[in-house]
T-cell receptor, first 117, second 115 residues
Framework: GAVVSQHPSRVICKSGTSVKIECRSL??????MFWYRQFPKKSLMLMAT?????????EQGVEKDKFLINHASLTLSTLTVTSAHPEDSSFYIC?????????????FGPGTRLTVL | AQTVTQSQPEMSVQEAETVTLSCTYD???????LFWYKQPPSRQMILVIR??????QNATENRFSVNFQKAAKSFSLKISDSQLGDTAMYFC????????????FGTGTRLQVTL
């Protein structure tokens, strides 16, 4: 099946610094990638949708200058949390959609736990 | 806008027993897909089962089956012969067909399988 990886799996950073999270589709071309945020014991909240080669589309209430998303290739998308603050601490999950499954199935990465001190 | 409702925040079932998780959704569209995802303590999202709305036959995957009632907009998940490894958070999700579609998740049901 299609595999999506995320790196790092865990990151701890100081308040005010920036953190980059990578999401890669390992065995398929991801035309679309999605970034979610998940709080403890809660559902996934979609932050943004990115299509390869174009600007990301952010959900209402998500600060685009705070959460920079780049989808430079068909296998890589990055999420950069800029000037991180403790309230940005969360679990971030990416997913990817593309061939071979088509447009209706997403494959999820294992997630990244971000802790901002 | 589409909504997905899971009315059971937590459920418990004994090993080898059967449990059913509920999910209802709301949409005015006719072409869509429904999914059940499992999120174990590792937090990796795992697709359990999917159902195309145009198919009347309920999807099954080994011990997992769904009861899809399109008119009632209901999509429940039945887990037979529950195993300890089934302990997880289960999310019901909905997506319209089409390239611009996004998954809509329910709030989840935490399932605990006990000895």
């Amino acid at each position: 099946g299609a595999v999506v990886s995320q790196h790092p799996s865990r990151v701890i950073c100081k308040s005010g610094t920036s953190v980059k999270i990578e999401c890669r589709s390992l065995d398929f071309q991801a035309t679309t990638m999605f970034w979610y945020r998940q709080f403890p014991k809660k559902s996934l909240m979609l932050m943004a949708t990115s299509n390869e080669g174009s600007k990301a589309t952010y959900e209402q209430g998500v600060e685009k200058d705070k959460f920079l998303i780049n989808h430079a290739s068909l296998t890589l998308s990055t999420l950069t949390v800029t000037s991180a603050h403790p309230e940005d601490s969360s679990f971030y999950i990416c997913s990817a959609r593309g061939s071979p499954a088509g447009v209706n199935e997403q494959f999820f990465g294992p997630g990244t736990r971000l802790t901002v001190l | 806008a589409q909504t997905v409702t899971q009315s059971q925040p937590e459920m418990s079932v004994q090993e080898a027993e059967t449990v059913t998780l509920s999910c209802t959704y709301d949409t005015s569209e006719n072409n869509y897909y429904l999914f059940w995802y499992k999120q174990p303590p590792s937090r990796q999202m795992i697709l359990v089962i999917r159902q195309e709305a145009y198919k009347q036959q309920n999807a099954t995957e080994n011990r997992f089956s769904v009861n899809f009632q399109k008119a009632a907009k209901s999509f429940s998940l039945k887990i037979s012969d529950s195993q300890l490894g089934d302990t997880a958070m289960y999310f019901c999700a909905f997506i319209l067909t089409g390239t611009a579609s996004k998954l809509t998740f329910g709030t989840g049901t935490r399932l605990q399988v006990t000895l």
